[in-house]
């Protein structure tokens, strides 16, 4: 019965989701009510000590890298960056390949460290401007974005800084460089065929007369460039470069200049307690927040004059889908704390210890606990956790590296984490102001071809002993 109660939640949420239902409102609805299913007197401990503590301490740690994202991507787009390179693309790889164009970009700023959230405020300005010149149709600029962000270098990619290829570091003593072999070979499958699903979109999309789509109707198109001169491409993309490379520099700093630990007092009268950060839990994020400002204030410089004239109404656009689109992950959030909290969750987890093989019990298990919570960090978090010296056990006996663990965990966490009611999907969707009905099915089908590039991996690693 407890698992009942937590996949019906789960199909609940899903279901929503898919119609187009805030999931602020009823990831709540969803994770309570299989709350009161398992145990009524529950329901108001696990709301406010659960369900709300994780959803704010989301909010707490992540609203600013939404809310900088947002604001650099509306900049970008209003200072005519966006068409400026998009135009430098498609002379340079031709209208046929503004796909690969999208994804290359995506994938650059995620290997680079930007936070996935802010490569989808980021990269859209440019996808919808190059789709609507190359005609192509704007329910493919999701799974394109997935392709280029959530996909290889989220977590294939040896030496990627995302938290996907960081978590599994603490459990098995290995660094982000891990099997770098089988890294590249999952990111070339997941590139090659990631590709050639939506080239294959691309072409029925022609076959069938369909263009990008009627701008009137439409939803958060971006607002066309109505300068009267276009910044060269190379001043265009310099603030993207200039993200990359402060991310990367501020990454590396911020933990020589603060050490280990950052305490201070926040007030100078009476007796307050000192404030006492962890700093390497938080660099990444204040490496981010800091490079995100860096290219904000780099777009104001080059491009003041287009920009400050739509300031004020371009930035209050952004500042609302940012706080939509945290709202919206938070609550995800919250909801997989409430269900991992669940013994039917439990259920869950203890089946699939009866897979024997130790690579696929470790990748059916953490994908597995990955699109139940709708999270690939929280879902492979949850798995390690709990289940990592078991994993570390089955490994040494059959005489299997710890690099490929490290690498089969986080090749899987990123598969089915992107069901319907992922925090990541639904932030996806909404910046680029399309339903889970116009463009989910591709998101899915990019969804399977990183849930198949992990058993991929296993196979090239029992058949050739590479790593």
Known sequence: MSLLIVLAALGFLMFVAYRGYSVILFAPIAALGAVLLTDPSLVAPMFTGLFMDKMVGFLKLYFPVFLLGAVFGKLIELSGFSKSIVGAAIRLFGPQRAMLSIVLVSGLLTYGGVSLFVVVFAVYPFAAEMFRQSNIPKRLIPATLAVGGFSFTMDALPGTPQIQNIIPTTFFGTD???????????SIFVLA???AYLEWRRRAAVRNGEGYGDPATLVNEPVPFTGAHLAHAGIAVLPLLLVFVSNKLLTLGIPQWYGGEHSFVPSILGNSAPVVQ?????AAIWAVEGALLVGILSVMVLAWRPVVTQF?????????GALLAAMNTASEYGFGAVIAALPGFMVVANALGSIKDPLLHEAVTVTGLAGVTGSASGGMSIALAAMSDTFIANAQAAGIPMEVL????????GGMDSLPHNGAVITLLMVTGLTHRQAYKDIFAVTIIKTLAVFVVIGIYYATGWV
Do not use: Y
Not at 278 to 282: D, L
Not at 406 to 413: D, F, L
């Open 176 to 186: 982000t460089w891990a099997a770098p072999v089988l890294g590249v070979l999952g």
């Open 193 to 195: 065929v990631g590709m």
């Open 278 to 282: 962890e700093v390497p839990k938080i």
């Open 312 to 320: 004020a109404d371009g930035t209050k656009t952004a500042i609302s």
């Open 406 to 413: 490290h690498r089969v965990a986080s090749m899987a966490s």
